[in-house]
Nanobody
């Protein structure tokens, strides 16, 4: 079955950390896989993207430093480590996959063909 399944969200205090997981199945794991998030009342925004077996990484400028994307090719899982969480990180986090070897705009949602159901991250102050 072709799908993405996110997990790892939860309620955490400001300053804490979370590691989100995105389990992929049914398609080429070397395709670009990205993390997006959508906060209440806001547009969905790209956070980070990883491409290929070597795991070339891209980060949105605002997220560099606190976010780390990685992948386990043996398990077909993409991770997003978030450190020093802030209340403004509260959002539903989605992973998405593109059915192309490359994307021209890794943080544009229209580049992606397959989406997971999302995992909620809530950061309390």
């Amino acid at each position: 079955e072709v799908q993405l399944v996110e997990s790892g969200g939860g309620l955490v205090q400001a300053g804490g950390s979370l590691r989100l997981s995105c389990a992929a199945s049914g398609f080429d794991f070397d395709y670009p896989i990205a993390w997006f998030r959508q906060a209440p009342g806001k547009e969905r925004e790209g956070v980070s993207c990883i491409v290929g077996s070597a795991g070339v990484k891209f980060y949105a400028d605002s997220e560099k430093g606190r976010f780390t994307i990685s992948k386990d090719n043996a398990k077909n899982i993409v991770y997003l480590q978030i450190n020093d969480l802030k209340p403004e990180d509260t959002a539903v986090y989605y992973c998405a996959a593109a059915y192309n070897t490359l994307v021209s705009s890794p943080f544009s949602s229209h580049e992606y063909d397959l989406w997971g159901q999302g995992t909620q991250v809530t950061v309390s102050s």
